[in-house]
Protein backbone atom coordinates (compact mmCIF):
# COMPACT_ATOMS: atom_id res chain seq x y z
CA UNK A 1 0.00 0.00 0.00
CA UNK A 2 1.50 3.48 -1.17
CA UNK A 3 2.26 5.60 1.95
CA UNK A 4 0.25 8.45 2.76
CA UNK A 5 0.03 11.02 0.27
CA UNK A 6 3.38 13.83 1.33
CA UNK A 7 0.87 15.94 -1.11
CA UNK A 8 -1.62 15.76 -4.54
CA UNK A 9 0.52 18.04 -6.41
CA UNK A 10 2.23 14.77 -8.17
CA UNK A 11 -0.18 12.14 -7.05
CA UNK A 12 0.30 9.35 -10.11
CA UNK A 13 3.84 9.89 -10.65
CA UNK A 14 5.43 6.61 -9.63
CA UNK A 15 9.60 7.10 -9.37
CA UNK A 16 12.24 4.50 -8.99
CA UNK A 17 15.01 6.30 -7.00
CA UNK A 18 18.47 5.29 -7.37
CA UNK A 19 20.77 7.82 -5.99
CA UNK A 20 23.26 8.05 -3.36
CA UNK A 21 25.00 10.64 -1.24
CA UNK A 22 23.29 14.27 -1.57
CA UNK A 23 22.70 15.32 -5.20
CA UNK A 24 20.31 12.33 -6.55
CA UNK A 25 18.54 12.02 -3.13
CA UNK A 26 18.18 16.05 -2.56
CA UNK A 27 16.43 15.75 -6.34
CA UNK A 28 13.97 13.00 -5.45
CA UNK A 29 13.38 14.43 -2.33
CA UNK A 30 11.38 17.23 -4.28
CA UNK A 31 9.45 14.57 -5.71
CA UNK A 32 8.74 12.75 -2.68
CA UNK A 33 7.73 15.39 -0.57
CA UNK A 34 5.06 16.45 -3.26
CA UNK A 35 3.73 13.42 -3.62
CA UNK A 36 5.29 11.00 -6.21
CA UNK A 37 5.35 7.45 -5.12
CA UNK A 38 9.11 7.06 -5.01
CA UNK A 39 10.75 3.79 -4.08
CA UNK A 40 14.45 4.10 -3.15
CA UNK A 41 16.56 1.02 -4.45
CA UNK A 42 19.12 -0.16 -2.35
CA UNK A 43 21.52 -3.02 -1.79
CA UNK A 44 20.69 -6.05 0.22
CA UNK A 45 22.31 -5.52 3.26
CA UNK A 46 25.66 -7.26 3.33
CA UNK A 47 26.27 -6.90 -0.06
CA UNK A 48 27.22 -2.92 0.00
CA UNK A 49 30.83 -3.35 1.33
CA UNK A 50 32.39 -0.19 3.25
CA UNK A 51 30.41 2.57 5.54
CA UNK A 52 27.24 3.58 3.58
CA UNK A 53 27.59 6.67 1.85
CA UNK A 54 25.71 9.92 2.97
CA UNK A 55 26.33 9.12 6.56
CA UNK A 56 24.03 6.66 9.19
CA UNK A 57 20.70 5.75 8.64
CA UNK A 58 19.21 7.11 11.14
CA UNK A 59 21.55 10.11 11.66
CA UNK A 60 20.36 13.73 10.92
CA UNK A 61 21.06 13.80 6.99
CA UNK A 62 19.72 10.67 6.21
CA UNK A 63 17.14 11.38 7.63
CA UNK A 64 16.02 14.94 6.42
CA UNK A 65 17.34 13.40 2.37
CA UNK A 66 15.02 10.90 2.60
CA UNK A 67 11.60 11.20 4.13
CA UNK A 68 8.17 10.75 1.76
CA UNK A 69 9.45 7.37 0.13
CA UNK A 70 9.22 3.88 0.07
CA UNK A 71 12.40 1.28 0.18
CA UNK A 72 13.49 -1.70 -1.69
CA UNK A 73 16.27 -3.95 -1.83
CA UNK A 74 17.67 -5.17 -4.92
CA UNK A 75 20.89 -6.80 -6.39
CA UNK A 76 21.35 -4.70 -9.33
CA UNK A 77 25.16 -6.38 -9.69
CA UNK A 78 22.86 -9.42 -10.50
CA UNK A 79 21.48 -10.24 -13.11
CA UNK A 80 18.39 -11.25 -11.92
CA UNK A 81 17.98 -8.09 -10.14
CA UNK A 82 18.49 -6.13 -13.47
CA UNK A 83 15.87 -8.13 -14.82
CA UNK A 84 13.14 -7.48 -11.99
CA UNK A 85 14.49 -3.69 -12.16
CA UNK A 86 13.71 -3.39 -16.05
CA UNK A 87 10.27 -5.10 -14.55
CA UNK A 88 9.69 -2.36 -12.54
CA UNK A 89 10.20 0.30 -15.16
CA UNK A 90 7.51 -0.69 -17.06
CA UNK A 91 4.53 1.00 -14.81
CA UNK A 92 7.39 3.87 -13.38
CA UNK A 93 7.35 7.35 -15.03
CA UNK A 94 10.60 8.09 -13.54
CA UNK A 95 14.12 6.94 -12.84
CA UNK A 96 16.58 8.99 -11.36
CA UNK A 97 20.32 8.15 -10.89
CA UNK A 98 23.45 9.63 -10.23
CA UNK A 99 26.32 6.97 -11.08
CA UNK A 100 29.51 7.96 -13.17
CA UNK A 101 28.17 7.95 -16.77
CA UNK A 102 29.33 4.88 -17.74
CA UNK A 103 27.70 2.68 -14.84
CA UNK A 104 24.03 2.62 -16.69
CA UNK A 105 25.64 1.43 -19.94
CA UNK A 106 27.39 -1.17 -17.86
CA UNK A 107 24.01 -2.39 -15.86
CA UNK A 108 22.02 -2.16 -19.28
CA UNK A 109 19.48 0.88 -17.66
CA UNK A 110 20.93 3.77 -19.92
CA UNK A 111 18.06 5.43 -21.40
CA UNK A 112 18.02 3.96 -24.96
CA UNK A 113 17.52 0.56 -22.99
CA UNK A 114 14.80 1.99 -20.71
CA UNK A 115 12.81 3.78 -23.32
CA UNK A 116 12.82 0.45 -25.04
CA UNK A 117 11.12 -1.38 -22.32
CA UNK A 118 8.64 2.30 -21.76
CA UNK A 119 8.72 5.00 -24.08
CA UNK A 120 6.91 7.37 -21.55
CA UNK A 121 9.73 6.61 -19.00
CA UNK A 122 12.13 9.67 -17.74
CA UNK A 123 15.58 9.18 -17.26
CA UNK A 124 17.26 11.93 -14.73
CA UNK A 125 20.80 11.49 -14.30
CA UNK A 126 23.27 13.76 -12.46
CA UNK A 127 27.16 13.46 -12.44
CA UNK A 128 29.98 15.29 -11.62
CA UNK A 129 30.70 16.70 -14.97
CA UNK A 130 28.55 15.86 -17.58
CA UNK A 131 27.59 12.63 -19.17
CA UNK A 132 30.18 13.18 -21.89
CA UNK A 133 33.36 15.00 -22.55
CA UNK A 134 37.02 15.18 -21.24
CA UNK A 135 36.07 14.94 -17.57
CA UNK A 136 32.68 12.82 -17.77
CA UNK A 137 34.90 9.96 -16.14
CA UNK A 138 35.91 12.18 -13.10
CA UNK A 139 34.46 11.53 -9.88
CA UNK A 140 32.45 14.06 -8.63
CA UNK A 141 31.99 15.91 -5.43
CA UNK A 142 30.63 19.51 -4.04
CA UNK A 143 33.86 21.00 -3.20
CA UNK A 144 35.48 19.73 -6.35
CA UNK A 145 32.73 21.63 -8.40
CA UNK A 146 33.04 24.57 -6.21
CA UNK A 147 36.47 25.01 -7.03
CA UNK A 148 36.29 24.26 -10.41
CA UNK A 149 33.12 26.29 -11.08
CA UNK A 150 34.48 29.43 -9.51
CA UNK A 151 32.79 29.72 -6.36
CA UNK A 152 35.53 29.08 -4.15
CA UNK A 153 37.90 32.50 -5.89
CA UNK A 154 34.99 35.16 -5.06
CA UNK A 155 34.00 33.52 -1.33
CA UNK A 156 36.42 34.57 1.44
CA UNK A 157 38.33 37.45 2.40
CA UNK A 158 40.42 39.62 0.00
CA UNK A 159 43.37 37.87 -0.38
CA UNK A 160 42.10 35.21 2.59
CA UNK A 161 43.00 32.19 -0.63
CA UNK A 162 40.39 30.33 -1.58
CA UNK A 163 37.49 29.16 0.46
CA UNK A 164 34.64 26.66 0.42
CA UNK A 165 31.22 27.91 0.96
CA UNK A 166 29.49 26.37 4.81
CA UNK A 167 26.98 24.24 2.98
CA UNK A 168 27.38 21.34 -0.16
CA UNK A 169 26.15 23.99 -2.73
CA UNK A 170 26.80 22.17 -6.11
CA UNK A 171 25.14 19.57 -4.64
CA UNK A 172 21.99 20.66 -3.50
CA UNK A 173 21.56 22.97 -6.94
CA UNK A 174 22.66 20.40 -9.08
CA UNK A 175 19.64 18.14 -7.32
CA UNK A 176 17.01 20.99 -7.18
CA UNK A 177 17.63 21.66 -11.17
CA UNK A 178 17.47 17.68 -11.97
CA UNK A 179 13.98 17.96 -10.30
CA UNK A 180 13.12 20.85 -12.18
CA UNK A 181 13.95 19.17 -15.59
CA UNK A 182 12.07 16.08 -14.02
CA UNK A 183 8.84 18.06 -13.64
CA UNK A 184 9.43 19.95 -17.26
CA UNK A 185 9.75 16.36 -19.27
CA UNK A 186 6.36 15.90 -17.13
CA UNK A 187 5.20 18.46 -18.36
CA UNK A 188 6.03 18.14 -21.83
CA UNK A 189 5.00 14.30 -21.94
CA UNK A 190 1.47 15.32 -21.59
CA UNK A 191 1.82 16.81 -25.10
CA UNK A 192 4.02 14.24 -27.01
CA UNK A 193 3.26 10.84 -24.85
CA UNK A 194 7.15 10.32 -24.83
CA UNK A 195 9.85 10.87 -22.11
CA UNK A 196 13.04 12.10 -22.31
CA UNK A 197 16.89 11.91 -20.80
CA UNK A 198 17.01 14.95 -18.33
CA UNK A 199 20.98 15.82 -17.42
CA UNK A 200 22.42 18.02 -15.27
CA UNK A 201 25.72 17.88 -13.29
CA UNK A 202 27.47 19.57 -10.54
CA UNK A 203 29.47 21.90 -12.36
CA UNK A 204 26.25 22.57 -14.44
CA UNK A 205 24.97 24.28 -11.86
CA UNK A 206 27.84 25.21 -10.02
CA UNK A 207 28.31 27.72 -12.40
CA UNK A 208 24.82 28.61 -13.65
CA UNK A 209 24.40 29.80 -9.52
CA UNK A 210 27.72 32.25 -10.33
CA UNK A 211 24.72 34.60 -12.47
CA UNK A 212 25.91 38.03 -12.08
CA UNK A 213 29.18 37.33 -11.07
CA UNK A 214 29.75 35.32 -14.13
CA UNK A 215 27.89 37.54 -16.31
CA UNK A 216 30.59 40.64 -15.03
CA UNK A 217 33.31 38.00 -17.01
CA UNK A 218 31.24 36.89 -19.69
CA UNK A 219 29.55 40.55 -20.63
CA UNK A 220 32.39 42.58 -19.80
CA UNK A 221 35.41 40.42 -19.18
CA UNK A 222 35.88 41.36 -15.60
CA UNK A 223 37.20 39.02 -13.28
CA UNK A 224 35.09 39.17 -9.85
CA UNK A 225 37.76 38.62 -7.09
CA UNK A 226 37.18 38.34 -3.37
CA UNK A 227 34.87 40.90 -0.84
CA UNK A 228 34.56 39.30 2.06
CA UNK A 229 31.06 40.57 3.51
CA UNK A 230 31.02 43.39 1.47
CA UNK A 231 28.62 43.18 -1.38
CA UNK A 232 31.05 43.68 -4.47
CA UNK A 233 28.59 45.80 -6.15
CA UNK A 234 26.07 47.48 -3.77
CA UNK A 235 28.29 49.94 -1.30
CA UNK A 236 27.49 50.16 2.05
CA UNK A 237 26.83 46.44 2.14
CA UNK A 238 28.12 44.26 4.56
CA UNK A 239 28.37 42.79 7.67
CA UNK A 240 29.26 45.86 10.46
CA UNK A 241 29.76 45.84 14.12
CA UNK A 242 27.66 46.51 16.71
CA UNK A 243 27.38 46.97 20.75
CA UNK A 244 27.03 43.51 21.07
CA UNK A 245 27.53 41.48 17.90
CA UNK A 246 27.70 41.81 14.43
CA UNK A 247 24.49 42.54 12.06
CA UNK A 248 23.88 42.62 7.64
CA UNK A 249 22.95 45.77 6.36
CA UNK A 250 22.18 46.29 2.77
CA UNK A 251 21.94 49.90 1.18
CA UNK A 252 21.41 49.59 -2.44
CA UNK A 253 20.91 52.71 -4.24
CA UNK A 254 20.68 56.53 -3.84
CA UNK A 255 17.56 56.69 -1.86
CA UNK A 256 18.10 53.99 0.62
CA UNK A 257 21.17 55.65 1.01
CA UNK A 258 20.25 58.91 2.45
CA UNK A 259 17.60 56.71 4.57
CA UNK A 260 20.53 55.23 6.35
CA UNK A 261 22.33 58.12 6.65
CA UNK A 262 19.90 60.09 8.31
CA UNK A 263 18.71 56.92 11.10
CA UNK A 264 22.08 56.77 11.93
CA UNK A 265 22.88 60.86 12.45
CA UNK A 266 25.56 61.19 9.55
CA UNK A 267 23.76 63.57 7.16
CA UNK A 268 26.61 64.93 5.95
CA UNK A 269 27.41 61.42 4.39
CA UNK A 270 24.73 62.49 1.75
CA UNK A 271 26.58 66.03 1.20
CA UNK A 272 30.32 64.63 1.33
CA UNK A 273 31.87 64.39 -2.39
CA UNK A 274 33.97 60.88 -1.13
CA UNK A 275 30.52 59.32 -0.50
CA UNK A 276 27.43 61.12 -2.13
CA UNK A 277 27.06 58.60 -4.74
CA UNK A 278 27.58 55.21 -5.62
CA UNK A 279 30.92 55.60 -7.52
CA UNK A 280 32.52 57.76 -5.00
CA UNK A 281 31.63 55.16 -1.98
CA UNK A 282 33.05 52.27 -3.91
CA UNK A 283 36.01 53.90 -4.12
CA UNK A 284 35.84 55.09 -0.68
CA UNK A 285 34.60 51.91 0.49
CA UNK A 286 37.21 51.12 3.55
CA UNK A 287 37.27 54.50 4.65
CA UNK A 288 32.94 54.63 4.68
CA UNK A 289 32.67 51.36 6.36
CA UNK A 290 35.27 52.20 9.52
CA UNK A 291 33.16 55.23 9.94
CA UNK A 292 30.12 53.45 9.91
CA UNK A 293 31.53 50.63 12.27
CA UNK A 294 32.17 53.21 14.37
CA UNK A 295 28.61 54.62 14.22
CA UNK A 296 26.69 51.25 14.84
CA UNK A 297 29.18 49.67 17.73
CA UNK A 298 27.07 52.80 19.99
CA UNK A 299 24.08 50.61 19.72
CA UNK A 300 23.67 46.63 20.13
CA UNK A 301 22.01 45.05 17.15
CA UNK A 302 18.54 44.39 17.91
CA UNK A 303 18.17 48.44 17.99
CA UNK A 304 19.73 48.63 14.75
CA UNK A 305 17.57 46.08 12.92
CA UNK A 306 14.75 47.87 14.24
CA UNK A 307 15.20 51.16 13.83
CA UNK A 308 17.00 50.56 10.37
CA UNK A 309 14.35 48.24 8.99
CA UNK A 310 11.33 50.73 10.27
CA UNK A 311 13.40 53.63 8.14
CA UNK A 312 13.45 51.19 4.86
CA UNK A 313 16.80 50.19 5.26
CA UNK A 314 17.10 46.42 4.67
CA UNK A 315 18.79 45.42 7.74
CA UNK A 316 19.27 41.30 9.66
CA UNK A 317 20.88 39.81 12.49
CA UNK A 318 23.47 37.20 11.83
CA UNK A 319 22.05 33.98 13.63
CA UNK A 320 23.82 30.53 14.38
CA UNK A 321 21.45 27.51 13.19
CA UNK A 322 19.78 27.07 16.60
CA UNK A 323 18.93 30.87 16.49
CA UNK A 324 17.62 30.81 13.19
CA UNK A 325 14.85 27.77 14.02
CA UNK A 326 13.96 30.39 17.17
CA UNK A 327 13.06 33.16 15.27
CA UNK A 328 9.66 34.22 15.08
CA UNK A 329 9.52 34.55 11.48
CA UNK A 330 11.17 31.24 11.17
CA UNK A 331 8.66 29.89 13.28
CA UNK A 332 5.41 31.45 11.60
CA UNK A 333 6.65 30.15 8.21
CA UNK A 334 7.02 26.42 9.46
CA UNK A 335 10.15 25.94 7.71
CA UNK A 336 10.79 22.75 10.29
CA UNK A 337 8.10 20.54 10.78
CA UNK A 338 7.67 17.28 12.92
CA UNK A 339 7.21 13.34 11.56
CA UNK A 340 7.13 10.53 14.35
CA UNK A 341 10.59 8.49 13.44
CA UNK A 342 9.82 4.26 14.55
CA UNK A 343 13.80 4.66 16.05
CA UNK A 344 13.92 7.99 16.82
CA UNK A 345 10.63 9.40 17.82
CA UNK A 346 9.32 12.77 17.59
CA UNK A 347 11.86 14.43 14.86
CA UNK A 348 11.53 17.48 13.21
CA UNK A 349 13.16 17.72 9.54
CA UNK A 350 13.26 20.87 7.26
CA UNK A 351 10.07 21.20 5.29
CA UNK A 352 9.76 22.68 1.55
CA UNK A 353 10.31 26.23 0.66
CA UNK A 354 7.33 26.15 -1.39
CA UNK A 355 4.24 26.65 -0.71
CA UNK A 356 1.19 25.73 -3.19
CA UNK A 357 -2.37 26.92 -1.56
CA UNK A 358 -4.60 24.12 -2.99
CA UNK A 359 -1.95 21.40 -2.84
CA UNK A 360 0.59 21.61 -0.09
CA UNK A 361 3.31 19.89 0.65
CA UNK A 362 3.64 17.47 4.11
CA UNK A 363 6.09 15.30 6.13
CA UNK A 364 3.94 12.51 5.51
CA UNK A 365 6.36 9.55 6.16
CA UNK A 366 9.59 8.88 8.23
CA UNK A 367 12.36 7.59 5.83
CA UNK A 368 11.91 3.97 5.64
CA UNK A 369 14.05 1.38 6.87
CA UNK A 370 16.58 -0.49 4.62
CA UNK A 371 14.18 -2.82 2.62
CA UNK A 372 10.88 -1.92 4.43
CA UNK A 373 8.53 -2.16 1.29
CA UNK A 374 10.79 -4.88 -0.73
CA UNK A 375 7.64 -7.68 -0.68
CA UNK A 376 5.37 -4.88 -1.14
CA UNK A 377 7.04 -3.10 -4.29
CA UNK A 378 7.43 -6.75 -6.02
CA UNK A 379 4.00 -7.86 -5.20
CA UNK A 380 2.81 -4.38 -7.12
CA UNK A 381 4.94 -5.54 -10.13
CA UNK A 382 3.23 -9.16 -9.93
CA UNK A 383 5.68 -11.33 -8.23
CA UNK A 384 3.73 -13.89 -5.94
CA UNK A 385 5.03 -14.48 -2.76
CA UNK A 386 6.99 -17.86 -3.58
CA UNK A 387 9.30 -16.14 -6.16
CA UNK A 388 9.87 -12.90 -3.76
CA UNK A 389 11.12 -15.87 -1.23
CA UNK A 390 12.97 -17.20 -3.53
CA UNK A 391 15.06 -13.70 -4.76
CA UNK A 392 15.50 -13.28 -0.98
CA UNK A 393 17.13 -16.80 -0.72
CA UNK A 394 19.32 -15.88 -3.74
CA UNK A 395 19.93 -12.68 -2.28
CA UNK A 396 18.48 -10.66 -5.21
CA UNK A 397 16.09 -8.93 -2.45
Known sequence: MPLPAASATLSGIRVLDLTRVRSGPT?????????????????????????????????PDFQNLHRNKRAMTLNLKAPEGIAIFRKLVETADVVVENFRPDVKGRLGIDYESLK????????????????????AERPGFDQIAQGLGGLMSI????????????????????????????????????????GQWVQTSLLQAQIFMLDFQAARWLVDHEVPKQAGNNHPTSIPTGVYPTA???????VAGGKIWERFAKV??????????????????????????????????????????????EAGVPTGPIYSIDEVFADPQVKHLGVAASVES??????????QPIVLSRTPSSLAAP???????????????????????????????
Not at 40 to 52: F, I, S
Not at 159 to 175: E, F, K, S, T
Not at 290 to 309: D, G
Open 27 to 59: CVRQLADWGADVIKVEMPEGLDAGEPLGGPRHG
Open 116 to 135: AINPRIILASISGFGQDGPY
Open 155 to 194: TGLPGQGPVRVGIPIADLCAGIFCSQGIMLALLERQKSGL
Open 244 to 250: DGHINVA
Open 264 to 309: VGREDWITNPNYAKGADRSKNRDALNAEINEVLKTKPSAHWVATLN
Open 342 to 351: PVRGKIELVS
Open 367 to 397: PPEIGQHTDEVLAEAGYSSDEIAGFRARQII
